[in-house]
């Protein structure tokens, strides 16, 4: 069985840092693209960051591009998003994916596994 599980949501200032873990198990983690997205309330969910299978690539939304950084350790089966200067825009419910496409990036259709997501909120 297939889990993917996010920690390090909160509560933070603007201008602030957070730094968000997605634990994966029942998966060959090292095949797979992971991915971010976020839903903020009353909105459509969207793509925040995706990393490839060995961390040589990454592709991040214009939004959060030069703020937020993704890495992952396959050896732990743990993938990173680390948020820094925080808006109140970055407010929203953030969740890790995984994908077995190497087409995946932005393509939510692509991700397969989903998690249940983290409060992030960012106060101004």
């Known amino acids: 069985q297939v889990q993917l599980v996010e920690s390090g949501g909160g509560l933070v200032q603007a201008g602030g840092s957070l730094r968000l873990a997605c634990a994966a198990s029942?998966?060959?983690?090292?095949?797979?693209?992971m991915g971010w997205f976020r839903q903020a309330p009353g909105k459509e969910d969207e793509f925040v960051a995706a990393?490839?299978?060995?961390?040589?690539?990454?592709h991040y939304a214009d939004s959060v591009k030069g703020r937020f950084t993704m890495s992952r350790d396959n050896a732990k089966n743990l993938v990173y998003l680390q948020m820094d200067s925080l808006k109140p825009d970055d407010t929203a419910v953030y969740y890790c994916?995984?994908?077995?496409?190497?087409?995946?990036?932005?393509?939510?259709?692509?991700?397969?596994?989903w998690g249940q997501g983290t409060q992030v909120t960012v106060s101004s």
């Open positions: 029942g998966l060959t983690f090292s095949s797979y693209v």
């Open positions: 990393i490839n299978w060995n961390g040589a690539y990454t």
């Open positions: 994916a995984a994908s077995t496409s190497s087409a995946a990036a932005y393509r939510r259709s692509l991700y397969r596994y």
